[in-house]
């Protein structure tokens, strides 16, 4: 799990969020349950007389028999707890009117002293209709209290929260819903159509395609060279494909990086020469929080339709920076082309190609157009 330090400021912001809920809810759940049950102020005001009194008696404050009086609530503190509840629960009852107890209220409130202080609140609350939890700290995570963190580790709703971080950050959420290995069909790819170049059917290529993307997502942290080249003419699935593993690391808090390589270079281009100012160049852009130094980090880097930019100095060098910096840190990339290995070297650098084969595995999507094949489909249903 790879998050840049804004990333990791936004998932605790989301706690911070949380905590203030949390708050929120507790504090409005302490007003009715003390509008409703003045008594529970009096309890609270024991509590805090035998805590005051214990702290007395640590210091020789306090005379011994009356720390060692027993519960708060006997009948010889009573009047001061009362008085002292009247003080404290005058936000909650009307000033100058005294609360008037229940007689079962009473007796709850001044239970025996075998009888806690939560329990005579939990009694209360019940008797009154509230829930006897109902005063209990709320959070959203129980694990982690809403903190994000069990001791020294990450909780498990940390590491969703980076889930759902990436996935608002990536712009996939609602195609990945769509896009995915569960929803990926081999039927688009016939058993009878027959490759010249290996032998083999189309249906029988893409079996093994699939075999390695699956095993690249699922073994992705192990990859030793977590580089693909998908290439194949248009409409053979490359796109499907790159969402079905990008669908995968997310889910397992890895981040992904995902532009279409027109996209890409454009918003390069965008933030080097905006207004010329070179010293802008390699910061983040404050309009659309392009980070390119995130192109470099995160842990999945997804390039699509590479060659269909406009291929220029400026194109090429950036591409060469990003496809060297990544291969030095060992950080994954996937490019997608309608382009062959051939006709991508009479577009790029021998430096550029020389990377790209030596370090990725090339994978060929051969087959029927799907975008055509599932037009048809869709005419005849509707004849």
């Not at 009715?32 to 007395?56: Q, T």
């Not at 060992?330 to 070297?345: A, C, D, H, V, W």
């Amino acid at each position: 799990m790879s998050l840049t330090r804004s990333q990791y400021d936004a998932v605790m912001r989301l706690y911070d969020r949380r905590q203030i809920e949390d708050h929120r809810i507790m504090e409005e759940r302490r007003r009715k349950a003390y509008a409703a049950i003045p008594e529970l102020a009096s309890i609270d005001a024991g509590v805090a007389d035998a805590a005051v009194r214990r702290l007395r008696g640590l210091f020789g404050l306090e005379p011994k028999e009356t720390v060692d009086a027993g519960s708060p609530v006997q009948s010889g503190s009573a009047p001061s707890i009362r008085s002292r509840a009247q003080g404290e629960s005058g936000a909650l009852i009307q000033a100058g009117a005294s609360p008037r107890l229940d007689p079962e209220d009473a007796e709850a409130a001044a239970s025996p002293a075998a009888m806690s202080p939560e329990a005579r609140k939990r009694s209360l609350l019940s008797r009154h209709g509230f829930p006897e939890d109902y005063l209990d700290p709320v959070w959203q995570c129980p694990d982690c209290r809403d903190t994000g963190f069990v001791g020294q580790k990450q909780c498990h709703c940390f590491r969703q929260a980076v889930v759902n971080l990436f996935y608002t950050q990536s712009g996939l959420a609602d195609i990945l819903q769509k896009e995915n290995f569960e929803t990926f069909s081999l039927d688009w790819y016939p058993e009878d159509l027959i490759s010249p170049a290996t032998g083999m059917s189309s249906r029988k290529s893409m079996e093994h395609v699939l075999s390695v993307c699956r095993d690249f997502a699922t073994r992705y942290d192990s990859q030793q060279h977590p580089y693909l080249l998908l290439y194949g003419e248009s409409g053979r699935g490359k796109t499907f494909l790159s969402h079905c593993i990008a669908r995968e690391l997310m889910n397992s808090a890895h981040s992904v990086m995902y532009y279409s390589a027109k996209e890409l270079f454009d918003r390069l281009a965008d933030l080097r020469f905006r207004s010329g100012d070179a010293d802008r160049q390699g910061a983040a852009d404050p309009v659309s929080s392009f980070d390119p130094e995130y192109l470099l980090t995160s842990d999945l880097l997804i390039i699509d339709d590479l060659g269909t930019e406009l291929p220029n100095d400026f194109t090429k060098s950036e591409f060469f920076g990003m496809l060297n910096g990544r291969l030095s840190a060992g950080k994954g990339i996937i490019i997608s082309t309608n382009l062959s290995p051939q006709e991508l070297s009479d577009i790029y650098s021998p430096r550029i190609m020389s990377r790209i084969l030596e370090n990725f595995q090339l994978l060929n999507l051969f087959g029927r157009d799907i975008r055509i094949q599932k037009r048809m489909a869709d005419s005849l249903g509707h004849t």
